[in-house]
């Protein structure tokens, strides 16, 4: 990012699926001191963003999505391009299917889409209809598994003020749970010996010391691990050179609990040693240890 565009004012397009934390992540931004819009029609963005707000006017933040009046993605779309002046950037709050329609269920609320219908039918058309939203957003926030204090603390760190490098998430999984659907980099680490089928570490996360010198023992993670530094050292200015503020590098295996952990935690530490700003999420940490996902030792 040059001189030009740091000086610029920012503007935040909320956008995404319904139920996914839209209102969380507008409120967040207003208790920092954002200007916010909520549900602003996609014809007054322009006039919005033309107002005069002073000779130090705060970040501006505006949530869009279907129930706008004259919503669309190309409407949308089409009036970011004509924006000027702004450092505009588009964040989308996606969901998994199964968890919007629990919340849905849950608050009782009826799908925008499907006033008459189940929930699952205005998700998926929602989610047709928002793709190309999705595919141009500059960031991609997936809240499945986010609890609301820790959307804010995801929010935290990707727009807080003053940032001159690129925010850095390092995250594990398990691939019997699903792969991290919004990681840049994913790195697959189910070739290492799996302490699943260690009956003293079993219980034990990649957290624990037991763990990570079984884990760094194997004859090919030190090695892998160098390598993968390497490469991650080498692509972080390059995404930022992109325009990419937001770089979310995943490790997984089978569980998510073991394997993963400890080289996510490695990691975060050697980009910590570079100087690098790292935030961890381990997604699957807490999921008890289970044969029928680990199936058979793994070499």
């Known amino acids: 990012m040059n001189a030009a565009d740091a000086r610029r004012r920012r ?43 002073g000779e130090d006017p705060p970040p501006m933040a505006v949530g869009i999505d279907m129930r706008s009046r004259g919503f669309s993605a190309d409407a949308l779309l089409a009036a970011m391009d004509a924006l000027g002046g702004v ?24 799908h925008p889409l499907a006033a008459d219908r189940p929930a699952e039918d205005g998700i998926w058309l929602e989610r047709r209809l928002l793709d190309p939203l999705r595919e141009r957003a500059d960031a991609v ?16 760190s990707r727009y807080r003020e003053g940032g001159e490098k690129p ?18 980099l994913t790195f697959d680490m189910r070739f290492l010996d799996n302490p699943h089928w260690v009956e003293e570490l079993r219980p034990l996360t990649g957290r624990d010391e037991a763990v990570k010198t079984h884990v760094s023992s194997d004859p090919a993670y030190g090695q892998t691990m160098d390598r993968i ?18 770089l979310t590098i995943a490790f997984g ?7 993963s952990v400890a080289a996510t935690e490695d990691m975060a530490a050697r980009l910590a040693a570079q100087g690098h700003e790292v935030s961890i999420r381990h997604r699957d940490l807490k999921t008890q240890p289970d044969d029928r996902y680990e199936k058979r030792k793994q070499r």
Not at 92 to 108: G, K, M, Q, W
Not at 253 to 258: D, P, Q
């Open 141 to 156: 926030i997936d809240t499945t598994a986010l609890k609301p204090v820790e959307l804010r603390e995801d929010l935290r």
């Open 167 to 184: 925010v850095i998430t390092l995250a594990s999984f398990g691939f019997a749970r699903g792969v991290a659907r919004t990681a840049d």
């Open 11 to 53: 503007l935040l397009i909320v956008t995404g699926m319904s139920g996914a934390g839209k209102s969380t992540a507008l409120d967040t931004l207003e208790d920092w001191g954002w200007d916010i819009v909520d549900n602003l029609p996609v014809a007054l963005l322009g006039d919005y963003v033309a107002q005069d707000m």
């Open 229 to 246: 530094e390497t490469l991650v050292t080498d692509l972080i200015p390059r995404y930022w050179e992109a325009g990419k503020h937001y």
């Open 87 to 110: 450092r505009a950037e588009l964040v989308f709050l996606d969901c998994a299917s199964a968890e919007l329609t629990r919340r849905f269920d849950e608050t009782r609320r009826r």
């Open 253 to 259: 295996c089978t569980g998510g609990r073991h394997r």
